[in-house]
């Protein structure tokens, strides 16, 4: 048994969940739920990020106190990872006390190593959108977003002493090729690192924004959000001694999307040469969710699917099996109502829905509703178990890739062929020949075991539902894994089964 540590990215509560939350907390839930399944010790983590200039502006502009407005959106988010059935073992915010310590504890330690200073910095400086901006974000010497141009502004602030650790980073790289993943992004980080990374602003003046963990030395200042943010990892597990810290740190997989990869890798890798702690263990890098005009879903484009309503539109479990099945974790792709319902009626219905609604039908009609037992397995079978033995391997293999879409096909292919073989064995021919009893018995019972295989390996991706066929055949809910043929269902009566898919067709999409 080994110990798996997996991470969303802490998310900022300035607003509701969107779909891309959705997507990458859904992963990082997948993936828990196999290592789960297959007897791995998963500490999963998810949460809050809460400090910082986007959030009090956001507080502001809703009117609301500070605090108050991040628990409340805060609790957005924890009821939305429920619906979703996204289960992490703890949700840590950055407003409680317990990470606020391991930040000021990290922060007097890299100071007191000289690993933070204080500079003057001066820059161009948004007053609309209140931050520092780069000569390359300007379109006619303005940012687009803003009426006026930036003033040259200075401000003293606290740096983080990142470029001295380039090398360091660049050789873990070069010594850990699997960091990354996908590769294309690796590239990228060792592309950038080749150049000076220059140290990183860490601190923020109180006098501009007061939302943040104040600087332990020195109170005019505060601390920089993804300084802070990052440091959410390991605060969790009880660092620098806590049981959990030393258990699951540093096997931790981080989900995050392709957005944020500049900070996982520059910041934290330096963050934790300079702690002195071991770097994670990988990175999982996802590509962005677009729109059905191909856009980057965004509110602001209206061009987004709202993850709630789509799960209590199409349910939970069909929304989660779109998510990891139709955008391959790592490339960009489109998602709509329209490919969700593909994907429902297509794989879910007519696939899966179907071949379980049919084999049920002919085990009520045929056998008075029981799984009967097997006798003599012929070619056909042994093909369905020779592949089934070896599924649960290569499924776990694929996911531990992050490469669910693969994996969920895997199974898929596995389903469809078992709708071949009723197409070629055809029960309902041989339940009218009595001489072919015991072949139909084998037919059957085989069907039972390969919809419980199915079941198994597609619980992590759809919980719900799985558990609901489980109970159609028979048995226990609750996901098994690796079960060898012929020990999954037993032979015996089945419940009452109703469809697990109905389908749905929506005017105008
Ligand atoms: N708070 C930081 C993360 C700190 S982690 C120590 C943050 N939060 S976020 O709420 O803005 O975004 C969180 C994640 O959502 C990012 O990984 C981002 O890539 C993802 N997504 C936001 N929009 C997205 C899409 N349209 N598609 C897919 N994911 C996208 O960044």
């Not at 200075?154 to 050789?171: D, G, H, L, V």
């Not at 898929?412 to 070629?424: G, H, K, S």
Request: glycine residues 6%.
């Amino acid at each position: 048994m080994s110990c798996r540590y997996i991470t969303t990215p802490i998310y900022y509560v300035n607003d509701r969940p969107h779909l891309g939350h959705a997507y990458a907390s859904i992963h990082a839930d997948v993936m828990a739920r196999y290592f789960r399944a297959a007897g791995d010790e998963v500490f999963f983590l998810t949460g809050a990020d809460e400090h910082g200039e986007k959030i009090a502006k956001a507080a502001q502009a809703s009117g609301e106190e500070l605090q108050h407005f991040v628990d409340r959106n805060a609790h957005l988010f924890q009821d939305a990872w429920l619906r979703l059935d996204v289960t992490p073992n703890h949700f840590v915010r950055t407003t409680d006390a317990a990470h606020q310590q391991v930040v000021s504890a990290i922060l007097a330690q890299l100071y007191a190593a000289d690993d933070i200073y204080l500079a003057d910095y001066e820059g161009l400086y948004s007053i609309g959108q209140e931050r520092f901006v780069t000569d390359k974000e300007l379109v006619d010497g303005k940012l687009p977003e803003d009426r006026d141009p930036p003033v040259v502004r200075r401000e003293a602030n606290y740096f983080f002493r990142m470029e001295k650790y380039r090398e360091t980073i660049r050789t873990h790289l070069y010594t850990h090729p699997d960091l990354i993943q996908p590769a294309r992004y690796r590239n990228e980080i060792l592309q950038l690192l080749e150049e000076p990374i220059g140290n990183l602003s860490i601190s923020r003046p109180r006098s501009r924004l007061s939302w943040g963990i104040p600087i332990p030395w020195d109170e005019a200042h505060v601390t920089y959000v993804w300084f802070d943010a990052l440091l959410s990892y390991i605060s969790p597990l009880g660092y620098p001694d806590g049981e959990a810290y030393r258990r699951f740190w540093p096997a931790a997989r981080h989900v995050i999307g392709k957005d944020i990869l500049r900070t996982h890798t520059l910041f934290w890798l330096s963050m934790a040469a300079a702690i002195g702690i071991q770097p994670y263990q990988r990175l999982h890098v996802s590509g962005h969710l677009l729109g059905a005009d191909g856009r980057k879903m965004s509110k602001s484009l209206g061009n987004g699917v709202d993850p709630l309503e789509a799960a209590e539109r199409y349910g939970t479990d069909v929304l989660r099996y779109t998510l990891v099945r139709e955008v391959s974790f790592g490339l960009d792709g489109i998602i709509s109502n329209a490919v969700i319902e593909q994907r429902l009626n297509r794989d879910l219905a007519d696939d899966l829905g179907n071949l379980a609604a049919r084999s049920l039908a002919m085990m009520h009609k045929y056998r008075a509703g029981a799984i009967p037992a097997p006798h003599d397995y012929q070619a056909a079978e042994q093909a369905l178990i020779a592949l089934a033995d070896t599924l649960p391997a290569r499924v776990l293999e694929l996911v531990d890739e992050m490469k669910v879409a693969q994996a969920v096909e895997r199974v898929m292919e596995f389903v469809r062929q078992l709708n071949q073989y009723v197409a070629q064995t055809e029960p309902w021919a041989l339940a009218k020949l009595p001489q072919q009893a015991h072949r139909l018995d084998t037919v059957l019972y085989t069907l039972a075991e390969g919809l419980r295989i199915a079941a198994d390996l597609l619980a992590p991706v759809m919980p719900g539902k799985m558990a609901q066929l489980k109970r159609q055949l028979g048995g226990a809910a609750g996901p098994s894994w690796n079960v060898a043929w012929g020990h999954g269902v037993v032979p015996g009566q089945l419940t009452h089964s109703e469809l697990l898919f109905p389908k749905q067709v929506s005017e105008g999409l």
